[in-house]
């Protein structure tokens, strides 16, 4: 039975994300060496923690941010640096649009709330293509965790079993798949097509 639900990941799938780009954006910025951003920022467990809601609105999440990175930040410099590292695959837009006039269309991505409160400057497409979009800081819990799924699948009133989850994670699609979610494991659009057809979708 074709899926009535398909829920996309946002870094990877719909983009390419480079966080040495990101990190040497932000280098530029606050004149902290990219290594030294990384170990205070990411490494330290600070993003693991704002993803699963430590840091619950833009402003405190920002502030401990720019303090772990050396400087104070404003939401115009994270946007820049976070733009930077993301650089947009027009043919994964054009698919999720004609799967999304298949199938109930969602996103659900691993961020914090500044991701959220941005995306629109940050990845304007997604706003447009994707009505409703999650991420794991509302969550409380992140993928790969399958309660994580459960979750997302609580507020949109579906049920599991009519989800199709894509990630180019595969422990992140083990979870989806544990959760209830048919899964796929994104490494290609060539791949992603097959599989969507055998599924009995038109691309």
């Known amino acids: 039975m074709r899926p009535t639900t398909i829920i996309f990941d946002m870094d990877d799938v719909l983009c390419r994300y480079d966080l040495g780009k990101r990190l040497r954006a932000l280098s530029r910025l606050t ?3 990219p290594r030294d951003i990384r170990a205070a920022v990411w490494d330290s467990g600070f993003e693991d923690e704002a993803d699963t809601g430590g840091y619950p609105d833009p402003d405190s999440y920002l ?5 772990r990175a050396g400087t104070r930040l404003t939401r115009a410099d994270w946007v820049a640096a976070r733009r930077e590292s993301m650089t947009p695959w027009p043919e994964m837009l054009a698919l999720a649009r004609t799967l999304g006039g298949q199938a109930r269309l969602a996103l659900y991505t691993n961020n914090g709330p500044l991701a959220k409160a941005e995306l629109g400057n940050l990845f304007p497409d997604v706003v447009e293509i994707f009505p409703e979009r999650y991420f794991s800081f509302e969550l ?7 309660a994580s799924y ?16 894509i ?13 209830g979610m048919l899964g796929h494991h994104f490494r290609s659009r060539e791949k992603l097509v097959d599989d ?3 599924l009995g979708f038109s691309t």
């Open 63 to 67: 502030a401990e941010f720019g303090k």
């Open 31 to 33: 004149g902290q060496t």
């Open 140 to 146: 409380g819990i992140k993928k790969p965790d399958p």
């Open 167 to 179: 990630d180019d994670k595969k422990s992140n699609v083990v979870g989806a798949r544990m959760a």
């Open 150 to 165: 459960g979750k997302v699948a609580a507020q949109m009133d579906v049920n599991p079993e009519d989800c199709w989850f």
């Open 196 to 198: 969507a057809q055998g």
